[in-house]
């Protein structure tokens, strides 16, 4: 039987009408596990419609990997500089991805030796921009003014550091008092060039109006010691809300304010909760996840559909730990990093194994007697081949609206066209047949 958590007090026929809500939503999702291992990141490429998703490994060597249908399958992608060295754990924290420029990427890494790299290919090559930082959550952030300035919480040092150029110099703004020196977050407040919202060790919540120059502690510090606000998440549509996950925090795990971030309040929902993602499109659509479920009561996933006053069990039980959660609006699919691996989840109807729609208009065409192919894309692009093993077997600048590729020394088989834009991302199967 799933679990409803709601406010308050509820008469039996309540009870049982939420129990059957809850219950039609978990079976409106259909989730599938494409990826093992730990991993505690994942995030869709904006503007992707679905298509493009990012994530890395916890506990291997590699680098990012990089699905371009939608995270049903995945591509270990790693140029001549990798930002992971080879000790066996990548500590990658966080990925951010540029809304506004496709190879654009930004990596948060818990190991102060790797610190914060930035790729300008997609993921393929890394540039350290930021030296012997410690990243141990979600504290790269672009303000939502529409200035494209992004600033970066540095733990330990809990320094404050500011780009303007999306993230290729950065340089120190301002000491964070957060009471804590682990940050865990950052988030920034709708329409504001100032107003930060940072969640540290011990469940403290610190508020800054001044953008980081002085600081205001608006949530204490638990009385067990060991706490984390591993999330904070702001109303898109209305900048003075906001709500906040709590990982072992007294008997509290989700908290909300209606005031930016003064004054806080208590919401009823089971312990431990850790991921946080707000429906951008419906801001009263939330989705969360817990941290460590399998050795508390209920299930992992929850569902809010009234901007997070009350929550839905939607299950998902054998999952350990929910890291992350990212959801993309256009395709209604859902991304979640586990402990037991990635899953992608459907919320409608479509087939589990659906092609998302590109944002890239390109094709490949092939002539079998002159044994060439023939690429269509947008000017500016690149195209690169891709063997059904994930093995890279060239890449194409484009010049031309269409160009040809000698493939006459490819043995026949499947092969994969992956086109890559400053304005999207394309992904075309061929055939080659000799």
Same mark, same amino acid.
């Given at each position: 039987?799933?679990?409803?958590?709601?406010? !308050?007090?509820?008469?039996?026929?309540?009870?049982?009408?939420?129990?059957?809500?809850?219950?039609?939503?978990?079976?409106?999702?259909?989730?599938?596990?494409?990826?093992?291992?730990? $991993?505690?990141?994942?995030?869709?490429?904006?503007?992707?419609?679905?298509?493009?998703?990012?994530?890395?490994?916890?506990?291997?060597?590699?680098?990012?990997?990089?699905?371009?249908?939608?995270?049903?399958?995945?591509?270990?992608?790693?140029?001549?500089?990798?930002?992971? &060295?080879?000790?066996?754990?990548?500590?990658?924290? /966080?990925?951010?991805?540029?809304?506004?420029?496709?190879?654009?990427?930004?990596?948060?890494?818990?190991?102060?030796?790797?610190?914060?790299?930035?790729?300008?290919?997609?993921?393929?090559?890394?540039?350290?921009?930021?030296?012997?930082?410690?990243?141990?959550?979600?504290?790269?952030?672009?303000?939502?003014?529409?200035?494209?300035?992004?600033?970066?919480?540095?733990? !330990?040092?809990?320094?404050?550091?500011?780009?303007?150029?999306?993230?290729?110099?950065?340089?120190?703004?301002?000491?964070?008092?957060?009471?804590?020196?682990?940050?865990?977050?950052?988030?920034?407040?709708? !329409?504001?060039?100032?107003?930060?919202?940072?969640?540290?060790?011990?469940?403290?919540?610190?508020?800054?109006?001044?953008?980081?120059?002085?600081?205001?502690?608006?949530?204490?510090?638990?009385?067990?010691?060991?706490?984390?606000?591993?999330?904070?998440?702001?109303?898109?549509?209305?900048? $003075?809300?906001?709500?906040?996950?709590?990982?072992?925090?007294?008997?509290?795990?989700?908290?909300?304010?209606?005031?930016?971030?003064?004054?806080?309040?208590?919401? &009823?929902?089971?312990?431990?909760?850790?991921?946080?993602?707000?429906?951008?499109?419906?801001?009263?659509?939330?989705?969360?996840?817990?941290?460590?479920?399998?050795?508390?009561?209920?299930?992992?996933?929850?569902?809010?559909?009234?901007?997070?006053?009350?929550?839905?069990?939607?299950?998902?039980?054998?999952?350990?730990?929910?890291?992350?959660?990212?959801?993309?609006?256009?395709?209604?699919?859902?991304?979640?990093?586990?402990?037991?691996?990635?899953?992608?989840?459907?919320?409608?109807?479509?087939?589990?194994?659906?092609?998302?729609?590109?944002?890239?208009?390109?094709?490949?065409?092939? $002539?079998?007697?002159?044994?060439?192919?023939?690429?269509?894309?947008?000017?500016?692009?690149?195209?690169?081949?891709?063997?059904?093993?994930?093995?890279?077997?060239?890449?194409?600048?484009?010049?031309?609206?269409?160009?040809?590729?000698?493939?006459?020394?490819?043995? /026949?088989?499947?092969?994969?066209?992956?086109?890559?834009?400053?304005?999207?991302?394309?992904?075309?199967?061929?055939?080659?047949?000799?």
């Amino acid at each position: 039987m799933r679990q409803v958590i709601r406010c !308050g007090s509820l008469n039996f026929v309540l009870f049982v009408l939420f129990l059957a809500l809850a219950q039609n939503v978990e079976a409106q999702i259909k989730w599938t596990r494409t990826l093992g291992g730990q $991993n505690k990141v994942v995030n869709f490429r904006p503007g992707s419609q679905g298509t493009v998703v990012y994530t890395a490994p916890h506990d291997s060597i590699g680098s990012i990997n990089i699905s371009w249908n939608g995270g049903y399958s995945w591509l270990s992608v790693a140029g001549e500089v990798n930002p992971i &060295e080879p000790n066996g754990r990548n500590f990658t924290r /966080q990925l951010w991805l540029d809304p506004n420029d496709s190879n654009n990427v930004l990596l948060g890494s818990s190991d102060q030796r790797i610190g914060v790299y930035q790729s300008k290919d997609a993921g393929r090559n890394w540039t350290q921009v930021i030296p012997d930082a410690t990243i141990l959550g979600e504290s790269i952030f672009e303000l939502q003014d529409g200035s494209g300035v992004l600033y970066c919480g540095v733990s !330990g040092e809990t320094t404050l550091f500011k780009s303007i150029d999306r993230g290729t110099t950065w340089t120190p703004e301002a000491t964070i008092e957060a009471g804590s020196p682990n940050i865990c977050v950052i988030a920034g407040k709708p !329409g504001s060039s100032t107003d930060f919202l940072v969640g540290s060790g011990g469940g403290i919540i610190s508020l800054t109006k001044d953008a980081g120059k002085t600081w205001k502690q608006v949530h204490p510090a638990s009385e067990l010691g060991l706490s984390d606000v591993p999330m904070i998440a702001f109303n898109p549509k209305d900048p $003075n809300e906001a709500i906040a996950t709590l990982y072992f925090y007294n008997d509290t795990s989700v908290v909300k304010t209606n005031d930016g971030g003064e004054t806080w309040r208590r919401i &009823e929902a089971p312990s431990n909760q850790w991921a946080l993602k707000i429906d951008a499109s419906d801001p009263d659509i939330i989705y969360m996840g817990r941290f460590s479920a399998l050795d508390t009561i209920g299930g992992t996933l929850f569902r809010s559909s009234d901007g997070g006053e009350s929550w839905d069990d939607l299950g998902m039980d054998s999952i350990t730990d929910i890291w992350q959660i990212d959801y993309d609006t256009s395709s209604g699919r859902l991304a979640m990093a586990t402990s037991n691996g990635i899953f992608i989840g459907e919320t409608k109807e479509a087939s589990a194994h659906r092609q998302a729609g590109s944002s890239l208009a390109a094709s490949v065409t092939v $002539n079998f007697t002159a044994k060439q192919l023939y690429l269509h894309s947008e000017i500016g692009a690149s195209v690169e081949i891709i063997d059904l093993n994930g093995r890279k077997l060239t890449t194409r600048e484009i010049v031309e609206e269409r160009s040809t590729l000698d493939v006459a020394a490819w043995p /026949q088989g499947v092969y994969f066209a992956h086109f890559r834009h400053k304005n999207g991302y394309a992904l075309r199967r061929f055939t080659l047949l000799r």
